[in-house]
């Protein structure tokens, strides 16, 4: 079945850093790409919609200059978080879909950042 | 805009025990549902998704779901829980139209007793 791969799976900053989380769809290609947050013990929240050679979209609410997103090619999306702070600690995921709309995303195992 | 509604943040049951994990949609147009199983610090994993053919749906580990247009409801079940079935389970939608997000439940969370 169709792959993602999302790296690192876990990541320890300090404040004031950067960080680059990469989103990866091994056997297919992905024009579209998702990005959540979860914070424990609670659903995921879409962040942005990483679209492959365009400007992401991002939901209400999200900083698109703090989470920074780059969709360079069909199969490679990255999610820099800029400046973190230790509220940016969370779990984040990405998912990817093969281009039919009723098939469904997959997702990566996720990066939990810290920032101390 | 779609809704999905899990009944339930937190299920336990025995081991070999019925499963039932219930979720309601809201969707103005026919919609696409999905379960996913989330393992402690993992992504998620789908476990089956409905695409308006069969009404009743098989997914992997024993799961299976019914699509029920009447009652607005999908509710997951399994006949006998296994220890290895303890996680998180979120429901999610995705409508009919042009665009290919996914709006999650609030998850709800599956303890297995022996």
């Known amino acids: 079945g169709a792959v993602v791969s999302q790296h690192p799976s876990r990541v320890i900053c300090k404040s004031g850093t950067s960080v680059k989380i990469e989103c990866r769809s091994l056997?297919?290609?992905?024009?579209?790409m998702f990005w959540y947050r979860q914070f424990p013990k609670q659903s995921l929240m879409l962040m942005a919609t990483?679209?492959?050679?365009?400007?992401?979209?991002?939901e209400q609410g999200v900083e698109k200059d703090k989470f920074l997103i780059n969709h360079a090619s069909l199969t490679l999306s990255t999610l820099t978080v800029t400046s973190a702070h230790p509220e940016d600690s969370s779990f984040y995921i990405c998912?990817?879909?093969?281009?039919?709309?009723?098939?469904?995303?997959?997702f990566g195992n996720g990066t939990r950042l810290t920032v101390t | 805009a779609q809704s999905v509604t899990q009944l339930g943040s937190h299920v336990s049951v025995s081991e070999g025990a019925l499963v039932l994990l219930r979720c309601n949609y809201s969707s103005s147009v026919p919609p696409y549902l999905f379960w996913y199983v989330q393992y402690p610090n993992q992504g998620l994993q789908l476990l089956l998704k409905?695409?308006?053919?069969?009404?009743l749906v098989k997914g992997i580990n024993g799961f299976e779901a019914e699509f029920k247009k009447s009652e607005t409801s999908f509710h997951l079940t399994k006949p006998s829980a296994h220890m290895s079935d303890a996680a998180e389970y979120f429901c999610?939608?995705?409508?009919?139209?042009?665009?290919?997000?996914?709006?999650f439940g609030k998850g709800t969370l599956l303890t297995v007793n022996p």
């Open positions: 056997d297919f290609q992905a024009t579209t």
């Open positions: 409905y695409t308006s053919a069969a009404t």
């Open positions: 999610a939608v995705k409508d009919g139209g042009s665009n290919y997000k996914l709006t």
């Open positions: 990483s679209n492959e050679g365009s400007k992401a979209t991002y």
């Open positions: 998912s990817a879909g093969p281009s039919s709309y009723n098939s469904p995303l997959h």
